[in-house]
């Protein structure tokens, strides 16, 4: 194949992306992707990769700067004029010209807005993406919270002799924020970074599908199931969006939903419920205590044990296990990593987890460790992405 006619391609499909067939197909999609950004990759020069890598936290800095003033807002607004210019943008984002210019120009460096023109701005799916409330928290978030933990990865492991980290009392997280809280204690005491954490917790799937598009709760779980006891509990659901989706998926079950959280989140739940909650029952229940609520047809988890190490994942299932009866299942909604080509956004969480937690996201092999230590047996594991691998493992008491 010539290079120059891939290239004439390439750059055709660029400038008009919807004329490409085949892009509703997840998994070709996702293939293009994926050989696009490895083709980039490998034809890079020596010289520029590391200015890549030694610039990387600009993209963090300057995605934060363009949230606190509103400028992907200003872009993404409905009635928005396109394309914007500098002195539109500046008017609106109180951004001084001469710098927004700059700014401008390394966000169309690095793909965040369109420039059609010199002096002409319009928002694509990345500007889309830092203007939604998922989005922006997650900026957020990471600026605040995770940053300084993945800074202080490298003086970490100097410190423990590069061993994996078992021990969340002590990890990257600490070094690197200087503190000795761990954080889910220092988010009690940070309100504005717990502003961020809930709605990113909510809206860190846009685009994805939800578990509930490929898992059959009504065969697998649901049957039979009457008022008597809880239908769906879902386990640190953060301010209940999965409980949420589950109700507008399944509204025929007369048994209970119910969201249980730490005592914190869920205050706020009930101070301000997010749409949707009616109906839903809030409950505060700390996970490292016995399950009180029992016989649920369902126990679910979301990106909670991925939160711990080995030992505290099974403390919190083996908690979880003294809820269950007969008739129980837990659901386990976490990636299960594939052995070869991990996806980059799964192998990054792992070492977000790392580094803030001494937390893990785990192979196939792994969580079958970790099940066959606590005696739970698993009955399925259904793929719902291609993204992440984000899997539904499906649990019975042995
Ligand atoms: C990574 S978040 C996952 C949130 C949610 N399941 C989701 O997937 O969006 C972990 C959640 O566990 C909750 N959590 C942490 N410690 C807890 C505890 N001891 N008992 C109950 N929930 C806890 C946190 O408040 C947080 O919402």
Avoid at 25 to 33: E, G, P
Wanted: aromatic content about 8%.
């Amino acid at each position: 194949m010539d290079a120059t006619t891939l290239t004439d391609q390439l750059e055709a499909v660029l400038a008009k992306p919807e004329t490409l067939s085949g892009l509703d197909n997840d998994v070709t999609k996702r293939r293009l992707s994926e050989a696009a950004f490895r083709l980039n990759l490998a034809l890079e020069a020596g010289g520029d990769t590391i200015h890549r890598l030694t610039n990387a936290p600009l993209e963090l800095a300057l995605s934060r700067v363009g949230v606190q003033t509103g400028l992907w807002t200003a872009l993404t607004k409905e009635n928005a004029l396109l394309p914007l210019t500098n002195s539109q943008l500046a008017k609106e984002t109180k951004i001084d010209p001469a710098l927004l210019k700059r700014l401008l120009r390394y966000y169309q460096s690095k793909g965040m807005v369109a420039q059609t023109g010199e002096d002409a701005f319009a928002p694509n799916n990345i500007t889309k993406a830092l203007a939604s409330v998922g989005g922006s928290s997650g900026i957020n978030y990471f600026a605040e919270m995770i940053y300084p933990a993945l800074m202080g990865i490298p003086e970490y492991l100097r410190k423990t002799e590069h061993a994996n980290p078992s021990n969340p009392d002590f990890c990257p997280w600490h070094v690197g924020h200087k503190t000795e809280e761990s954080p889910f204690s220092w988010l009690n005491t940070h309100p504005e970074c717990m502003g961020y954490f809930l709605p990113w917790m909510a809206g860190q799937r846009e685009g994805n599908p939800e578990f509930l598009d490929s898992f059959d709760f009504e065969k697998e779980v649901g049957a039979g199931s009457d008022s008597s006891a809880p239908v769906f509990v879902d386990v640190g659901g953060a301010i209940g969006h999965q409980c949420i989706l589950f109700k507008s998926r399944y509204p025929q079950y007369s048994g209970r939903i119910v969201l249980q959280e730490q005592a914190h989140v869920i205050e706020q739940v009930k101070a301000a419920p997010p749409p949707g909650m009616d109906g839903i029952d809030a409950q505060t229940y700390d996970f490292w205590g016995p399950q009180q609520l029992k016989g649920a047809r369902a126990y679910y988890l979301r990106n909670v044990l991925h939160d711990f190490p080995p030992h505290k994942a099974k403390e919190i299932l083996t908690n979880i296990k003294a809820g269950m009866t007969e008739q129980s299942v837990i659901l386990i909604d976490e990636m299960v990593l594939p052995e070869i080509a991990t996806p980059w956004r799964a192998a990054s969480l792992d070492m977000d987890m790392l580094a803030c937690l001494a937390g893990v996201e785990r192979s196939a092999k792994e969580w079958g460790e970790i099940f066959e230590a606590v005696g739970l047996e698993l009955v399925r594991t259904v793929q719902y992405t291609v993204q992440c691998n984000d899997c539904i493992m499906v649990l019975k008491q042995k």
